[in-house]
């Protein structure tokens, strides 16, 4: 029969058993945070579009503040979901962009939807350079659909 004493963790054990559940914990925190922040960029995305589906193609409205403070927050959320996917900086996208600005919102919705679709597939685990290359697109969009 095994004494107490050996079943017991050596300290050194013990210390990476700690740190590797502060790890895994930090990994689910990302992730849960990647997931959210997704989510709110679909849900303001979709709001963008219904706010402008009523302009004409080949029309460019005139932005409000709140257009322009709900654009900055999209760029906000696609920088905060590429830097919780590893991403640094805005990327790089050499894809050409609609000239149509009604074009450029239902790109921007489709991305928004597509980024939450694939951070619902990612695991704590992985990285998608489908989420970093289309966060990089919609950074891209929001500065063109801003007048920028």
Do not use: C, W, Y
Not at 76 to 96: M, N
Not at 104 to 112: E, M, S
Request: charge should be positive; proline fraction near 4%.
């Amino acid at each position: 029969m095994p004494s107490g004493r050996a079943l017991a963790q050596s300290p050194s054990e013990f210390e990476r058993n700690l740190e590797a559940s502060r790890q895994r914990d930090r990994e689910e925190r990302t992730l849960r945070d990647l997931r959210q922040a997704s989510q709110a960029l679909e849900t303001l995305t979709r709001r963008l579009a219904k706010r402008f589906d009523a302009v004409p193609a080949g029309t460019r409205p005139q932005l409000s503040n709140q257009d322009l403070d709900d654009f900055k927050q999209v760029e906000k959320l696609a920088r905060r979901i590429r830097e919780l996917q590893g991403g640094r900086g805005d990327g790089e996208d050499a894809h050409p962009l609609p000239d149509d600005f009604a074009a450029q919102v239902g790109l921007l919705v489709q991305l928004g939807v597509e980024v939450r679709q694939q951070s619902e597939r990612v695991s704590r685990h992985t990285v998608s350079v489908g989420i970093l290359s289309r966060t990089a697109r919609i950074l891209r969009l929001s500065r063109s659909l801003r007048g920028n």
